[in-house]
């Protein structure tokens, strides 16, 4: 098992369940340490395609009270609901506004993107995300964004690794692990 450490945010509910379960599946699978925390801790629900309640996850930790200096790299997966949920979260933006001002790896996912809106580090980025979160992103001042199954982007001292649906999910969780393992 690697020493390096990944954290998985979500909310409690609403979670896109392959982008949770397939990144948690693939990090794990490549001898990285990750941990799953939530906004309650505990239970998690998944959805697919947003209206199709799926399985439930164990989260092992809650939001609050975590540090970027004990993780290597962030990963927000999507659903429009968690997402949502995350974007309103004050420990979720801490933490993401930690972790770049510590220029370390931020992957988001789908609506992930809209918690680095609310975070206030999308400025000068480019990255990707699903369609209609365009406009909220160049709204907020990011540099560009691009049609692409995987985008990563350095600007402003920080990695940003950032993927569309979970079409994209092969790309993604490779980027994160490359990434990571590179650091």
Known sequence: MSSKRVLIITSNTGIE?????????????????????????????????????????????KLAGLKAEDFDALVIPGGTV???TLRQDKDAQALV??????????AA???????????????????????SVKTDLLNAKAAGWKDTEVFT??????????SRTPDDLPAFNQAIIKAVQTA
């Open 109 to 131: 996912i789908c609506h992930g993107p809209w918690l680095l809106i609310d975070a206030g580090v999308i400025e000068g980025k480019t990255l990707t995300s699903y369609p």
């Open 153 to 162: 982007c350095g600007a402003n001292g920080w990695t940003l690794i950032t």
């Open 82 to 84: 968690n997402a949502d």
């Open 17 to 61: 369940r392959d982008e949770l379960v397939k990144p948690l599946e693939a990090l794990k699978g490549a001898g990285l340490n990750v941990t799953h925390a939530s906004v309650e801790g505990g239970t998690t629900q998944t959805f697919v395609q947003d209206t199709e309640k799926d399985k439930t996850v164990e989260s092992t930790a």
């Open 97 to 106: 506004k930690a972790f770049a001002d510590a220029g370390k790896t931020v």
